[in-house]
């Protein structure tokens, strides 16, 4: 009797205490039910792509001074050309509105020079005499001196397999023709029956006698064609001439730059070890914005790398790239989310390592250097215009960009960060940045470019 009375009291316990846990979970279902998870982050995880690497975004709108949404915001990433915002920003806190070009001294019949890593100096796409005049038409003795130069050739990180391509030309004190030698090349296409024994390999050889040249023959005609109530073949070769131009990077000494110089001067140029004075004179080249649009449209190495010199020189320090980046960090990119690990100009380097947040931040202090966005934005690549991004992230015809951003591409590694522009005209700032990938870059950019598109057209706030 007594067993039996426990058992219904431990009954009636478990099965309130059921009823309360079903009470629990069922209201529990109702909050869930009720709540409506980001768009944004449904698309995220349920992306085949972006599961199958790691990918980092932040959406950023500066107006409400609020995240939209992040995913692996504070994750490092290995950022590419993104670097070269870093380096972008640089330029805007610490040079002036032209290129330092050269910095020399005057020692009675004497004219003697240091290079300050003007990427300018008889570039072709940038047509700028200044400097080559200088020096043409100065009736000084000219010696060329690189003793103010501290830096390696190629940039620490970067893979020594590139040093053939143009992408990969050497960091130097004094560039010259971007650094690299131009190579018009000649490719010739022959169709034609072949010869064998002087005559033509034909089979049975009887039709070698039907065989007639016919030098009238139209350009979509068939190299051989028979009559059609004959055996006469009318027969003309085939030849089609293909020209490019290979640009090769040159292997930087003194001595080269000497020859190089007296050779476009006309006059002779002496090498002197001699180190740079405290007090020099210096001539301006280029405008600085024309040096960062080609760099951010083109996501030009070359001239990343030299800015970094030619602001170091700017600084009256060595020619060091390591100094202008611990300059800025301590300087201007102390807060920072998360600090940068940043070693180049160009991106480059697997060394350099930043998050979406910091990307975000720096885009922020960049946007703050301009009176207005559209003179920053047209510095930048334009979805579906130019640039990096011209065969991509395109607006409706007739509609304005909505993307103006910085690419950054290695193998396995492709970024993107900038501003996108609302249906309703609200700027956004973002930062997408995608590693490890075994697949097409081309596969993560349609990814990207539905996230994108996306915001663009559904963006509200």
Known sequence: MRSLFLNLVVFLVLGMTACQSSKKIARKKAVNKQSKESPLAVMFDTSGVFNSDLTGFVLYDPDADSVVYARNATRYFTPASNTKLFTFYAGLKLLPDSLRGLDYVIHGDSLIFWGTGDPSFLHPDFGNGKVYHFLKNSGKKLFYSDTNFRDRHLGPGWSWGDYNYYYSAEITPLPMYGNTASFKMQEITIKRVLKKDSSLS?????????????????????????????????????????????????????????????????????????????????????????????????????????????????????????????????????????????????????????????????????????????????????????????????????????????????????CLSGFLITESGKKLIFSFMNNHYVTSSSVIKKEMQKVLWYIHTHYEK
């Open 202 to 414: 034909v089979s049975p050889s009887i039709f070698k006698s039907y065989v007639n040249r016919d030098s009238k023959r139209g350009a979509r005609a068939p190299i051989l064609k028979r009559g059609i109530d004959d055996n006469n073949f009318a027969y003309e070769p085939v030849a089609d001439t293909t020209t490019y131009t290979v640009d090769k990077p040159y292997h930087y000494t003194p001595q080269l730059i000497t020859k190089m110089l007296s050779d476009t001067l006309g006059r002779q140029v002496q090498y002197i070890n001699r180190k740079e004075p405290e007090h020099t004179q210096a001539i301006y080249s280029i405008p600085a914005d024309t040096a960062y649009k080609h760099m951010l449209l083109h996501s030009d190495n070359f001239i990343a790398e030299q800015l970094l010199l030619v602001t170091a020189s700017e600084l009256n320090m060595p020619l060091y790239s390591r100094s202008v980046i611990d300059y800025m960090k301590k300087h201007y990119l102390q807060d920072l989310p998360q600090e940068p690990q940043w070693v180049d100009g160009s991106g480059l380097s697997r060394y350099n390592l930043f998050t979406p947040m910091t990307m975000v931040r720096l885009l922020q202090k960049i946007r703050g250097e301009f009176n207005n966005d559209e003179d920053l934005f047209r510095l930048l690549p334009a979805g579906g215009v130019r640039g990096t991004i011209k065969n991509w992230y395109a607006a409706p015809d007739g509609e304005q960009p909505y993307v103006y951003a910085k690419t950054g591409t290695l193998s396995n590694n492709h």
